[in-house]
C-alpha cells in the first residue's frame, strides 16, 4: 500500500529536501501544496506543527492531512523541477535578501546568483560579518550554487541554496 507521501507527490522523485522553519516540535499536520503544472502530483509536502499551521495559514496549500509525527515541523518534500525548486528560493528568501530579481536575467540562473553573491559579499563586508556569522557562511554556499549553475548542474544549485535557505532564517 502506498505511503500517503506517494500518493500525493504522484510518486515522482524527491526533488529536494528542505526546512522552512526551525521548530523543535514534530509535525501533526502534512500540507499539501498546490498540484504542478504537469498535473501529476503536488508541487510539495509541507510537515507542521499545530502553531506553524495556524501561523503559516495562507500558504498555498491544496489540503491538510494529519500526521503523526513522522518529521520534525517546517521540512518541506519538494517535487518540484530545480528551476521551480530555485524560483522558489528566490521568491522565499534570495530576493528579499538581496533584491535579486530573476525575471531581470531572464531566468539565467548562473547570472542571478553571480549577482546575488556580489550583494551578499557586500553585505558581508559593511556589517564586518565574522567567520562564523550566517551572512559569511552564505557566502560559502552560494559559491557553490554558482559554479554549479554555471556548469548546468541545477540539482547542486538548488542543494546550496537550500542550505542557505537555513542560514538565511538565522538573520
Known sequence: ???????????????????????????????EGPTQDSGSGTAWLAYLCPVHTVDLDGWPGAADHADDGTMPCGTVLDFRSREGVLQSHADLWLTPLTGVDPAAYGGVWSEILDQADRVLLARVEEAAAGEDSPLQNMLVMMAVARRAAARGDLAVAATSLGYCETLAQRL
Open 1 to 31: 500500500m502506498p505511503s500517503i507521501v506517494q500518493e500525493l507527490s504522484g510518486h515522482r522523485d524527491l526533488g529536494g529536501l528542505r526546512t522552512l522553519l526551525e521548530c523543535p516540535f514534530k509535525a501533526t499536520v502534512l500540507r
